[in-house]
């Protein structure tokens, strides 16, 4: 990443700019993102770097990062310009290996991990990491975050905890049935140590209320779903049709900070050239250089428009602002409607 500064492309436009942060500054490291957690500062550092980059700042020429990392690396559809988080592609890339710790059952490296690690009792998400290497610590570290997006498919159920395991499609029941789960004396225990096709072999610490027992009828009218068969239990991924893990389609839910924005989703399906797209995103999450948002950088002597002194801000350049008006007003008829 020190290298960039000699190869900077200060002709570039900002467009131009991401685009070259996508292709190839982000690649860069993408193999050792499979392999290794980074830890904060050193994804602190790359982001850093690629940031620089994108508004072209260096120690030469100072310029202004119109927008954080943070919003920046959002992808398009929730706001952002779609680069690359580094820190949720290291999480992607690593729990990865769940995919292939599912697909390559007689491999070599899967019967070691298993015979090592004791993956099979009951399975993966619960393996001791004690003592065990650098690079099985992190791949635990990412299994745990992809917990979320897998669901058990029940065949021999000597792999999946009946109550803390997600087998039922959203929740796990010691998550549904709390209160129940607290009292039950069978904790960490597999559907096959549970339920031998009709009865619910469980006990609780105490008596239970009135309440508490319509719980557990509805706990043993689940259960009662279950089929066991000769089959090992399957992991199923939730976020896609093929529910086959994929690094993508966990990316994009942490990457997703909870509020979407209404209408940058429109930019970027206009028919304009990049760069346009990256002005409208601009003036869209009210970054451009206008006085005021200038004004929250450094002391401006005159926060006021220069046409007609009222103070300068993204609505007002375009559409407050008597040139602006006059503007609309011309392409208005240019065009013969009225616009706005």
Known sequence: MIKVAGWRGRLLSLAARAMLIKSCLASISVYLLSFIKFPKWAIKIINTHMSNYLWNDSV???????????????KKEFGGLGLPNLRDLNISLLASWLKRYQVDKDKLWKELIDFKYDTANPNIFQANTVGASSFF??????AQAAKMGFRWKIGNGKRVRLWEDNWLGSFSLAIQFWPLYRIVNEKEKTVADLWDGTNLKCTFRRNVSHEFYQSWLEVLELVSTIQ?????????????????????????????????SIHVSAVW???????????????????SLTKDNLAKRRKVEDENCLFCLERETIHHVFFDCVVAKRCWNIVSDILGFKLG
């Open 269 to 287: 399906s206009i028919k304009v050239p990049p760069r346009v797209h990256l002005f409208l995103w601009l003036v869209i999450n009210n970054r």
């Open 137 to 142: 610590k992190d791949f635990m570290r990412a």
């Open 228 to 260: 066991l068969s000769d089959e090992e239990d399957g992991m199923i991924w939730n976020f896609n049709s093929s529910g086959i893990y994929s690094s993508q389609s966990i990316s994009k839910i942490i990457n997703f900070r909870g509020i979407k």
């Open 60 to 74: 030469e020429s100072h310029k202004y990062h119109l927008a954080n990392w943070e919003l920046v690396s959002l």
